[in-house]
């Protein structure tokens, strides 16, 4: 298990490192960042079992590039399922709710309605890592970064591990 966080970490560090310009596509960074984000966020007991459901409120390429990953990939054994949060309650049953830059103005009124559970929101919209969102993903100096908002993280329950910190901007 250590060994493949550490393989993990490394593959992390590298596409970091990477210029934008060297992806082909910036969305297939983000399904492993979405992977990542899942590995190293503790999540409480209570949301352990079952899939673990990743939504996308709003049309994003990045949809489809978490299925591609949910085909292929199991976190701790579970089945990941991807699917689009049409009405803002279904974010609700989401470990992780994706915002598209589309629906950025809908954050304030998801966060209300995961106010209090474990829901990892993340979004991809500069600032909005202040403005309410755990992880924000952003471009910085061509690359694919995140910020990280460990208050927002607090309320929801979930605590970060020190492997993603060392990532992270924090805010």
């Known amino acids: 298990m250590m060994y493949f966080k550490r393989i993990l970490c490394l593959v992390f560090f590298v596409m970091m490192a990477l210029p934008l310009s060297a992806q082909t596509d910036s969305y297939k960074y983000h399904q492993v960042f979405m992977y990542i984000f899942a ?12 899939d673990f459901v990743i939504g996308v409120l709003g049309e994003s390429p990045v949809e489809e590039s978490l299925r591609e990953m949910a085909r292929t990939k199991r976190l701790d054994g579970r089945r990941i399922v ?46 909005y890592a202040t403005k309410g969102s755990a992880i924000n993903l952003i471009r910085k100096n061509g690359r694919l970064r995140f910020e990280l908002n460990k208050e ?17 901007i924090l805010v």
């Open 39 to 50: 590995r190293f966020i503790e999540w409480p007991e209570q949301v352990s079992e079952g």
């Open 82 to 127: 991807v699917k689009r949060i049409e009405s803002l309650g279904e974010g609700r049953e989401c470990h992780i709710a994706y915002v598209s830059s589309g629906q950025s103005h809908r954050l304030f009124l998801l966060k209300e309605k995961v106010k209090g559970l474990p829901v990892l929101l993340v979004t991809e919209k500069p600032g």
């Open 152 to 168: 927002v993280l607090r309320q929801s329950s979930l605590r970060p591990m020190p492997n993603l910190l060392k990532f992270a």
